[in-house]
């Protein structure tokens, strides 16, 4: 184990460099003792990994952090949800007049581009490695991007990656403590009220299909139902969703 520090209800390690904190934090987990709550960041980070394979783009005064802790199987369904409502509740208390909002099944939108980006992975001993990635001070661009970015630094947020952090960590335990006196139904009530085009015409995209649809609801797994242009109702357990301004649902 590297050297912690106590940062909250946290023990936290910062490198000045990495390869991926998603990497180092699976590596812990084979040592994780049962009650220990473990966040690692790093200035920079040279393979930071995203969803489906690809990569992460990791740019300079951005925040690379992962969480690794004890979660069991069956209560995966909400950690999703968990975590990008308290970075979506973090950027509110940063900046309370934010236009944010939450993109099935994750992503913060800050005045509809994208913020952030959660990686979620079964460590050792049944603990969770969550990987999260925020812009904030810089975010990629160019033509190879699935969804247009900002960062908060765009977007008139001053703010730097540890003052995020920490006010993350303090939303974070907050939506747990809700999470174990509510359950998951409150968790995902309050996510929907915050989803982007719920009731809209979207895209559904995995490297294996395509389905365009409305957004009808999401439901108590977390997963997506698209509701098709026959009046059925699809059941999506994952994917890439896209507006589809233009689309007639055909
Ligand atoms: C996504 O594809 O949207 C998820 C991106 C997750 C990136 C973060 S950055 C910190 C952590 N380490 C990684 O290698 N990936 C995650």
Known sequence: MPELTEL???LWVDYDEIGSTNDEALRLSKDLLPNQKIVITAQKQSKGRGRRGRSWISLDGNLFMSMLFSWPLEDCGAITFMVSLALLNTVLK?????????????DVLLNNHKLSGILLERGEKN???IGIGVNIKNAPSGNNMLYPATSLKAQGVACDRITFLKQYLQEFD???EKYKQEGLSSIVELWKQKAVGLGQKIIVRTPKMEEKGIFANINHDGMLQLKMN????KTISAGDVFFDDNGDNN
Request: hydrophobic share 40%; proline share 8%.
């Open 8 to 10: 909250k209800t946290w």
């Open 127 to 129: 603990s969770l490695v």
């Open 174 to 176: 907050n939506i747990c």
């Open 230 to 233: 026959d009046g059925t109702i």
């Open 94 to 106: 940063l900046s309370p007049q934010a236009s944010v909002g939450l993109k099935w099944p994750n």
